[in-house]
């Protein structure tokens, strides 16, 4: 049986275990909809809200929290602060700060509470040190009450796009904070955004309440409540029945609905469907560190490689709303057009790369052996998402037909990251910032021990590649921050130790009668504030 055969197989077996009971008919006088409330389905809690640590939902998070700039199609624009100047060395950059905002306690937000909240950060820094500017931040300075300035050991281009992230540099009122810090928790979770969180039940529901003071305008929608559901068809039924009524993608990558589901609610007319341009790289992860395990080897990271059908998986899977990948980034990210060589599907050549390596295969379909040892290694797959579920079980009986023994295991999201962390991995699945980020933030991840450290690690030329990393962030040559890129790009594509399959889309699932949705670039945030229902 051939993959593409198997994953025909595995699809209508799915097609029907979502139909099952898939009755229930949408509500009229007491939907969602009527309520002008949005209430969304996510596989997972909003967790610690404090935006100067990782373990919250982006998407809440973006709702509370804002950063001194924001990032858009057209670059990076004002936000919290209405102005800003680069000193000519690139190393001080000073900013002039709205005066009518305020935090949702009421504190007023200056120069004093910027400075608060980035000390608060660089104090700890070894938990941010993935991001090149908490180790290049040497100062916050006040130089008025709405003028303040950060100073800078060298100069670094980015600067401004990792301030307009969604963490960890954005502003929590220092009431919240303990004993003057953030790194050990919060009091509360008061930011300067356009929704206050008002109620959470751990792993069941959040309430964000609509800011009325909020500098930007009270926005038009004045409650949105996460809920709590698992994917696929829990989350379904609930869009059917009007107990939710908005869907999206969230920070894991990962949609609450199967591209069929998604069609068949708008097809029955209560909802629409909007998707976002792609906006990052979908890829497996390859520990080059695990010198235990013969993903380690080059020629066998290639090999898995070309055993991936992409476009199959774009096709089947995802119903055709993302596209297959062939590299780390498209060449629409910028200093991402490289020439590289391209690992076309085939399972033949993986076969082939696999025998000169020295793995054989005794018989067919059996295990391929190498001094004794069995080509065996496990995929790490978020068991919250049902479409990397698939996928792992589509690519491993793929490396079955080339003789690689594939264990899947699914976990949780949080787990997985720890795993990316430690190194206890052979594969997994993950992302690319996106377009917001990219191509530095996942880049500078590269030398980083809490993302892409043990990826990276194992390759011959790693103290290389890490060199050229640190200068490409320095750099004033635009010609030779070029050149490293496509240096940099070059080797981790040639070692394969991140292995495309798609690029992703955000989706949304919403009210037929919903207006004003859109998307940032940050990928993770909704622009809720933008939102609102017709007449």
Same mark, same amino acid.
């Given at each position: 049986?051939? @993959?593409?055969?198997?994953?025909?197989?595995?699809?209508?077996?799915?097609?029907?275990?979502?139909?099952?009971?898939?009755?229930?008919?949408?509500?009229?006088?007491?939907?969602?909809?009527?309520?002008?409330?949005?209430?969304?389905?996510?596989?997972? /809690?909003?967790?610690?809200?404090?935006?100067?640590?990782?373990?919250?939902?982006?998407?809440?998070?973006?709702?509370?929290?804002?950063?001194?700039?924001? =990032?858009?199609?057209?670059?990076?624009?004002?936000?919290?602060?209405?102005?800003?100047?680069?000193?000519?060395?690139?190393?001080?950059?000073?900013?002039?700060?709205?005066?009518?905002?305020?935090?949702?306690?009421?504190?007023?937000?200056?120069?004093?509470?910027?400075?608060?909240?980035?000390?608060?950060?660089? +104090? +700890?820094?070894?938990?941010?040190?993935?991001?090149?500017?908490?180790?290049?931040?040497?100062?916050?300075?006040?130089?008025?009450?709405?003028?303040?300035?950060?100073?800078?050991?060298?100069?670094?281009?980015?600067?401004?796009?990792?301030?307009?992230?969604?963490?960890?540099?954005?502003?929590?009122? @220092?009431?919240?904070?303990?004993?003057?810090?953030?790194?050990?928790?919060?009091?509360?979770?008061?930011?300067?955004?356009?929704?206050?969180?008002?109620?959470?039940?751990?792993?069941?529901?959040?309430?964000?309440?609509?800011?009325? =003071?909020?500098?930007?305008?009270?926005?038009?929608?004045?409650?949105?409540?996460?809920?709590?559901?698992?994917?696929?068809?829990?989350?379904?039924?609930?869009?059917?029945?009007?107990?939710?009524?908005?869907?999206?993608?969230?920070?894991?990558?990962?949609?609450?609905?199967?591209?069929?589901?998604?069609?068949?609610?708008?097809?029955?007319?209560?909802?629409?469907?909007?998707?976002?341009?792609?906006?990052?790289?979908?890829?497996?992860?390859?520990?080059?560190?695990?010198?235990?395990?013969?993903?380690?080897?080059?020629?066998?990271?290639?090999?898995?490689?070309?055993?991936?059908?992409?476009?199959?998986?774009?096709?089947?899977?995802?119903?055709?709303?993302?596209?297959?990948?062939?590299?780390?980034?498209?060449?629409?990210?910028?200093?991402?057009?490289?020439?590289?060589?391209?690992?076309?599907?085939?399972?033949?050549?993986?076969?082939?790369?696999?025998?000169?390596?020295?793995?054989?295969?005794?018989?067919?379909?059996?295990?391929?052996?190498? =001094?004794?040892?069995?080509?065996?290694?496990?995929?790490?797959?978020?068991?919250?998402?049902?479409?990397?579920?698939?996928?792992?079980?589509?690519?491993?009986?793929?490396?079955?037909?080339?003789?690689?023994?594939?264990?899947?295991?699914?976990?949780?999201?949080?787990?997985?990251?720890?795993?990316?962390?430690?190194?206890?991995?052979?594969?997994?699945?993950?992302?690319?910032?996106?377009?917001?980020?990219?191509?530095?933030?996942?880049?500078?991840?590269?030398?980083? /021990?809490?993302?892409?450290?043990?990826?990276?690690?194992?390759?011959?030329?790693?103290?290389?590649?890490?060199?050229?990393?640190?200068?490409?962030?320095?750099?004033?040559?635009?010609?030779?921050?070029?050149?490293?890129?496509? /240096?940099?790009?070059?080797?981790?594509?040639?070692?394969?130790?991140?292995?495309?399959?798609?690029?992703?889309?955000?989706?949304?699932?919403? @009210?037929? +009668?919903? =207006?004003?949705?859109?998307?940032?670039?940050?990928?993770?945030?909704? @622009?809720?504030?933008?939102?609102?229902?017709?007449?």
């Amino acid at each position: 049986m051939s @993959p593409v055969i198997f994953l025909l197989m595995l699809a209508l077996l799915t097609a029907c275990s979502d139909n099952t009971e898939g009755g229930g008919e949408a509500q009229d006088d007491n939907s969602t909809a009527a309520t002008k409330e949005i209430i969304y389905a996510t596989a997972k /809690d909003i967790n610690d809200m404090n935006p100067h640590l990782y373990a919250g939902s982006m998407p809440a998070q973006g709702k509370v929290f804002e950063s001194l700039v924001e =990032n858009t199609e057209e670059g990076i624009k004002p936000l919290l602060a209405e102005s800003w100047d680069i000193s000519e060395d690139g190393k001080v950059y000073t900013f002039t700060l709205r005066e009518d905002v305020e935090f949702q306690d009421g504190e007023p937000f200056n120069a004093e509470a910027v400075k608060k909240n980035l000390d608060a950060v660089q +104090n +700890n820094a070894d938990t941010h040190s993935w991001i090149k500017l908490s180790t290049k931040l040497e100062s916050t300075n006040v130089l008025d009450d709405h003028t303040v300035e950060l100073v800078l050991t060298e100069p670094y281009y980015p600067a401004l796009v990792e301030l307009s992230m969604t963490r960890p540099y954005v502003f929590l009122s @220092p009431n919240d904070f303990m004993d003057g810090e953030t790194k050990s928790g919060v009091e509360g979770y008061h930011g300067t955004g356009p929704y206050k969180l008002a109620e959470h039940k751990t792993d069941e529901y959040a309430v964000f309440e609509a800011n009325e =003071n909020y500098w930007g305008g009270a926005p038009a929608i004045k409650k949105i409540t996460s809920k709590v559901l698992p994917a696929g068809e829990t989350t379904f039924l609930a869009l059917q029945k009007g107990e939710v009524n908005f869907a999206f993608t969230d920070d894991r990558g990962a949609d609450s609905l199967e591209s069929e589901s998604m069609n068949q609610l708008v097809e029955e007319g209560e909802y629409q469907l909007v998707r976002s341009e792609p906006m990052n790289t979908k890829m497996i992860v390859a520990n080059s560190s695990r010198t235990e395990n013969a993903v380690s080897e080059t020629e066998v990271r290639e090999a898995i490689w070309h055993s991936i059908d992409r476009e199959t998986i774009s096709r089947d899977i995802f119903d055709g709303t993302e596209t297959p990948a062939e590299t780390l980034f498209s060449s629409n990210i910028q200093y991402a057009d490289v020439e590289l060589k391209k690992r076309e599907y085939s399972l033949e050549k993986a076969k082939e790369i696999l025998d000169q390596a020295g793995w054989k295969e005794q018989q067919s379909g059996a295990v391929r052996t190498k =001094n004794g040892n069995e080509l065996a290694m496990q995929l790490f797959y978020d068991n919250a998402s049902s479409s990397q579920k698939t996928q792992a079980e589509f690519i491993q009986y793929s490396l079955q037909e080339i003789g690689i023994q594939l264990e899947i295991i699914g976990e949780e999201s949080t787990s997985i990251a720890n795993r990316r962390a430690t190194g206890e991995y052979d594969l997994l699945f993950n992302q690319t910032w996106g377009l917001a980020y990219d191509p530095q933030s996942t880049i500078a991840a590269f030398t980083s /021990d809490a993302s892409y450290l043990h990826t990276t690690s194992g390759i011959e030329q790693a103290d290389e590649l890490y060199k050229k990393i640190d200068e490409v962030m320095v750099t004033t040559d635009e010609n030779k921050r070029e050149d490293l890129y496509a /240096d940099i790009l070059t080797t981790v594509h040639n070692e394969a130790v991140f292995i495309p399959i798609t690029n992703g889309s955000v989706t949304v699932v919403a @009210p037929d +009668n919903l =207006n004003g949705i859109s998307f940032k670039q940050t990928q993770f945030e909704l @622009p809720f504030e933008q939102m609102n229902f017709k007449d």
